[in-house]
């Protein structure tokens, strides 16, 4: 007799559960997602015992016949495709028809399913066989599985505790329901409602019934629209940032899914916003022409290829920082006008310092300090003189008086804090005072200009000093046509020179002499080492570097009359609140917070 044979139908469906029901959660999304296709306006969902004791899915769905009902007990039997066209233009969440089996061989199953016409028909399924007796006509289905694993001790042993098992359970009908507002969803766990989604198709609204609405409140509308797919949604404050990127939540087709470039790719795009410590805390439904979609690449679907990915990657780095971009704190607040009259001084601000500057009250020395003869928001490349001025003691900034259209912030400096920080007056009427990180202030000023200078022109010249890069030979590999090509589109041109070694023949004329080496190295490690390297995060990680370099640092004096020109100049960016890195520039302390310390409060 041969070795080979033909698995029997029970074992054949518990080797399926392996990969189809990992853990309670797991039962819950095939449940859910079943009565989702089957066309339900209202789920209810119950959960005992973190999903070990008993786990309840009700719905008002199309339901099913006898003859049906017995039949989706049967492996890859499923009313949701038919052919090999279908399996490419999958429009629904299941399809593969192995999560009822697969559930029912590891569990006691319970079904009561009508399609609301004739008799309904009742299913009892353990160990493989099925009892079937008519009951109500109720149009839907409430299926319940008891005893989850009860036949696999081993599997069932390694379930973690139930507050972890819960933990999933929530995070999967939270995602479910934030895929389908336009569903009902009740979710309890042991009879205690976890949430209650209305069903009236606002997202916002889910994102409210299921987080709270001080989350909801901190959300920003995003929108954009392709030939191929369209994106809506809503992307979180940074105010509401998260220490990991699971409350990155993104719908591909209805379908909670995980699309590494896109997520990547959002959290390039809050780099202006956020610390690199902190992801975004977004919601974002991915509507795409099915065809282009495979979801046939994960046992759980949980991850998918989208042909258009690196299409949709580079819409986001666009579009995101422009919605994030909102009215900012200077922004809301109304500007007396009597106190800041229409012409104000004009500084030329400091671009360099050298690495080892370190002013303390006790060092007396003379400093050398560069800046930029021009500075206005007319950018002329041709102005961008440089030269050197001599300061005696501490660094100042160079002053002149020029009249401008800029508006000035509602903001008067007060003192400077630890050389480090500014602190501000709040004269808008409101009370309060702000801090502001003089260092990062700087930077965000430094980096929006560069910004404007570098969309007009990039203008090269010869190293100052002649710099060879010594690779190592896996790096020299890596370093390809495409990639010494993105290099040179941010000023940086490279040519060979020896086996392992490149020699430097352009960088940007901006680029300070101590800093050549420094600034060329970083670049070519970050188009080393990343996958896949574009020209927007290049050019970003360049000017971002540059305005660093170039801003005031910390431990440095700052006279009021520069702050107050300073906090004009900020309020005046883009993005006033975050540095280029992402770090907070300005913190506001309100009246009724500096009251409550005091318990002043309801006086």
Same mark, same amino acid.
């Given at each position: 007799m041969g070795k080979v044979q033909v698995l029997d139908t029970k074992l054949a469906n518990m080797i399926a559960a392996g990969e189809v029901v990992e853990r309670p959660s797991s039962v819950l999304k095939e449940l859910v997602e079943n009565s989702i296709d089957a066309g339900a306006k209202t789920i209810s969902v119950y959960v005992?015992?973190?999903? $070990?004791?008993? @786990?309840?899915?009700?719905?008002? #769905?199309?339901?099913?016949?006898?003859?049906?009902?017995?039949?989706? !007990?049967? $492996?890859?039997?499923?009313?949701?495709?038919?052919?090999?066209?279908?399996?490419?233009? @999958?429009?629904?969440?299941? !399809? $593969?028809?192995?999560?009822?089996?697969?559930?029912?061989?590891?569990?006691?199953?319970? /079904?009561?399913?009508?399609?609301?016409? #004739?008799?309904?028909?009742?299913?009892?399924?353990?160990?493989? *066989?099925?009892?079937?007796?008519?009951?109500?006509?109720?149009?839907?289905?409430?299926?319940?599985?008891? *005893?989850?694993?009860?036949?696999?001790?081993?599997?069932?042993?390694?379930?973690?505790t139930d507050y972890t098992e819960n933990a999933n359970n929530i995070e999967v009908m939270s995602r479910i329901a934030l895929a389908h507002p336009e569903i009902s969803i009740k979710f309890y766990i042991d009879d205690k409602k976890q949430f209650q989604t209305t069903g009236r198709g606002d997202l916002l609204e889910a994102i409210?019934?299921?987080?709270?609405?001080?989350?909801?409140?901190?959300? /920003?509308?995003?929108?954009?629209?392709?030939?191929?797919?369209?994106?809506? #949604?809503?992307? #979180?404050?940074?105010?509401? %940032?998260? %220490?990991? $990127?699971?409350?990155? @939540?993104?719908?591909?087709?209805g379908r909670n899914v995980y699309m590494p470039k896109v997520q990547t790719a959002i959290k390039d795009a809050?780099?202006?916003?956020?610390?690199?410590?902190?992801?975004?805390?977004?919601?974002?439904?991915?509507k795409v022409d099915y065809s282009l979609v495979d979801v046939n690449v994960h046992p759980s679907k949980r991850e998918v290829r989208f042909s258009k990915e690196d299409e949709l990657r580079l819409a986001l780095l666009e579009k995101i920082p422009e919605a994030l971009k909102p009215k900012t704190i200077f922004d809301e607040v109304s500007i007396n006008k009597e106190r800041f009259p229409k012409e104000t001084i004009e500084h030329v601000d400091i671009f360099k310092q050298s690495e080892e500057e370190n002013y303390t009250k006790t060092q007396e020395k003379e400093e050398k300090v560069t800046i930029f003869d021009d500075f206005d928001d007319d950018i002329n490349t041709e102005n961008k003189v440089v030269k050197e001025v001599e300061i005696k003691a501490e660094p100042i900034i160079e002053k002149e008086v020029k009249a401008t259209t800029r508006k000035e912030s509602p903001i008067k400096p007060l003192a400077q804090l630890n050389r480090a920080y500014i602190i501000g007056e709040d004269y808008t009427g409101e009370g309060g005072f702000y801090l502001v990180d003089q260092h990062a202030a700087m930077e965000r000023i430094n980096y929006e200009y560069f910004?404007?200078?570098?969309?007009?022109?990039?203008?090269?010249m010869m190293p100052l000093i002649p710099t060879i890069l010594n690779l190592k030979p896996s790096d020299a590999k890596l370093l390809t046509e495409e990639k010494l090509d993105l290099l040179k589109c941010v000023g940086v041109e490279l040519e060979p020179f020896g086996l392992n070694a490149y020699k430097v023949v352009t /960088?940007?004329?901006?680029?300070?002499?101590?800093? *050549?080496?420094?600034?060329?190295?970083?670049?070519?490690?970050?188009?080393?080492?990343e996958d896949k390297v574009d020209i927007f995060r290049l050019r970003k990680h360049a000017i971002?570097?540059?305005?660093?370099? %170039?801003?005031?640092?910390?431990?440095?004096?700052?006279?009021?009359?520069?702050?107050k020109v300073m906090l004009d100049r900020l309020y005046n960016c883009e993005n006033p609140h975050n540095c280029p890195h992402g770090r907070p520039i300005i913190i506001k302390f309100s009246k009724y917070e500096i009251e409550k310390l005091f318990k002043r409060t309801g006086v």
């Open positions: 005992y015992e973190a999903g $070990r004791k008993k @786990i309840v899915v009700e719905d008002d #769905g199309s339901g099913m016949d006898h003859d049906d009902a017995l039949l989706a !007990f049967k $492996r890859h039997a499923t009313s949701k495709i038919s052919s090999t066209f279908d399996l490419f233009r @999958i429009k629904t969440l299941g !399809f $593969r028809g192995e999560a009822l089996p697969s559930i029912a061989s590891v569990s006691k199953m319970h /079904v009561v399913t009508s399609t609301g016409q #004739g008799v309904g028909t009742e299913l009892k399924v353990i160990n493989e *066989e099925i009892s079937a007796n008519d009951a109500p006509l109720r149009k839907g289905t409430t299926i319940e599985v008891e *005893e989850l694993f009860y036949n696999t001790p081993a599997r069932l042993k390694y379930l973690k409210a019934n299921i987080f709270g609405y001080a989350v909801a409140k901190s959300m /920003v509308e995003f929108e954009y629209k392709a030939v191929d797919y369209e994106v809506t #949604g809503y992307l #979180g404050k940074p105010d509401i %940032a998260k %220490a990991s $990127r699971y409350y990155m @939540i993104t719908l591909l087709n809050y780099q202006d916003f956020l610390p690199p410590t902190k992801y975004p805390f977004c919601v974002l439904a991915f910004s404007k200078l570098y969309s007009e022109n990039i203008t090269t /960088v940007p004329t901006w680029i300070q002499k101590d800093n *050549e080496k420094e600034y060329v190295d970083d670049l070519v490690n970050m188009a080393l080492h971002a570097t540059m305005a660093c370099k %170039a801003s005031l640092k910390a431990n440095m004096n700052c006279t009021m009359e520069e702050a």
